[in-house]
């Protein structure tokens, strides 16, 4: 039996991929789209909701995003809100948590009353609070464990009625299960189908999965996360980029301590979330603290291999040394990768995570946390081998030739729907197929932020 062509195949089903098969699927006049998932569930790695911090980022408290950034941001988070409230999925998928940033001293606290002067006009929702407001609203944040309140300046910037969490695994279920439920498109989904060899021959797409299934398609996205730039390598794509893949931890509490989601400020030198602490929804909202950030040599946590697959995507070579003795001649960066080895050490590990925590809660103690084992992914950092830097943000590579690789998508989960109409937008043109641009707006874009 011939094997079937379909139009556009996506490799992973992450919420990245989830999210471009259930908009090619609504708002394309395509006839026969799949998906491969190497796992045999949808969303098991950095999408389940164990493995990111659930949070929505729409631009309001992330300190190291431009006001250009979170225009766009705040576009594709709106679009997640959208989409949930279309389909009855508050209090299921999507949550509301009060939330904000903090800063403490005296530099951090001019630094986040600027920004929140700055960026009330695109988001007028926004609220400033000084010490006594966050006495009443988030008190953990004010008093040590013996019920003395803290010395330092410290200002909140946030909002307290904003869709801020998601459970992006049950988000891309939701994807799946209603791109299945649209009859005029054939929608396949293949699960245990690790795809292991891509080919192009003559204008068709070959694909070879681990356990020896092929398939055939006129157009690939790989949302592999960071088996994605793997995948290019192999096909001889991105070569100058290499990637250094970073694994997150988290510790949690046995008891709800936060009202809401707390953000410090970001160091502006590290492509890495600073410090926060979060009421965690598969937890009961017993509040989680982190991520840490560990240089881990695979590109999958909590799976056995992968590490082979590091280093064919890493590319050492003295470009990829220079960029490494860069980033540990800066201070500030060796010293956050050394203390965050730390973090994973027994015992040790704890007692040093607890000394940075307490800048957010000074009452807490070593038995109020403990490590949280199986919590954490990895993503991986693409470093620039021409440019000799780690890149900051997104990476993908549109390859022109019918096959797109899109790797470290910022900010994550968040920005699935909005990543997903710019490939639905490429794959549309370069099949000669049409995008329902008015009835994509209509469903999941805000008139406020479309522009």
Do not use: W
Request: some cysteine.
């Amino acid at each position: 039996m011939e094997t079937e062509i379909y139009e556009v195949l996506i490799v992973g089903g992450g919420v990245s991929g989830a999210a471009l098969f259930y908009e090619l699927s609504y708002y394309t006049d395509l006839s026969k789209i799949a998906l491969l998932e190497k796992y045999s569930e949808i969303a098991m790695l950095n999408s389940n909701a164990t493995a990111n911090s659930q949070t929505i980022h729409c631009g309001d408290i992330e300190t190291n995003y431009t006001l250009d950034k979170a225009k766009h941001v705040q576009r594709t988070a709106k679009m997640i809100e959208k989409y949930c409230l279309q389909h009855g999925y508050e209090n299921k998928i999507m949550f509301k948590h009060q939330k904000m940033a903090i800063g403490i001293g005296y530099d951090e606290c001019r630094f986040m009353t600027k920004r929140y002067e700055e960026f009330k006009v695109l988001y007028p929702y926004l609220e400033l609070y000084n010490k006594e407001d966050l006495e009443k609203i988030e008190p953990a944040l004010i008093f040590d464990e013996k019920g003395r309140g803290r010395n330092e300046e410290i200002v909140g910037v946030g909002a307290k009625d904003q869709y801020t969490t998601a459970n992006f695994k049950a988000l891309s279920d939701s994807f799946i299960e209603n791109a299945k439920l649209n009859k005029e498109i054939q929608a396949d989904v293949f699960f245990d189908a690790q795809v292991s060899k891509i080919e192009k021959k003559d204008g068709i797409f070959h694909l070879e999965t681990k356990d020896g299934r092929h398939f055939q398609a006129k157009m690939v996205i790989a949302n592999a996360g960071a088996h994605s730039l793997f995948l290019a390598h192999q096909m001889g794509y991105g070569l100058d980029y290499g990637q250094l893949p970073m694994a997150g931890s988290f510790y949690k509490a046995h008891k709800r301590i936060l009202v809401g989601k707390v953000y410090m400020v970001q160091n502006p030198k590290l492509p890495f979330a600073a410090l926060h602490g979060d009421p965690d929804i598969t937890l009961d909202d017993h509040t989680r603290f982190g991520p840490t950030a560990l240089v881990l040599p695979k590109l999958e946590r909590f799976r056995k291999g992968t590490y082979l697959d590091f280093f064919k995507t890493l590319r050492l070579d003295m470009n990829i040394v220079r960029i490494f003795v860069n980033l540990l001649k800066d201070k500030d960066i060796r010293n956050y990768i050394l203390r965050n080895f730390l973090f994973e050490v027994p015992y040790l590990g704890k007692r040093a995570f607890l000394k940075d925590a307490r800048k957010i809660i000074p009452s807490l103690q070593a038995e109020d946390i403990e490590y949280a084992k199986g919590f954490g992914g990895v993503r991986g950092q693409i470093l620039d081998k021409t440019n000799q830097k780690l890149m900051l943000g997104e990476a993908s590579i549109d390859t022109g030739e019918g096959i797109i690789f899109n790797m470290t998508p910022s900010p994550g989960a968040t920005s699935c729907l909005g990543n997903a109409q710019r490939d639905v937008e490429k794959i549309c043109a370069y099949l000669g197929k049409t995008f329902d641009a008015a009835r994509f707006d209509q469903d999941l874009v805000e008139e406020d932020t479309h522009a």
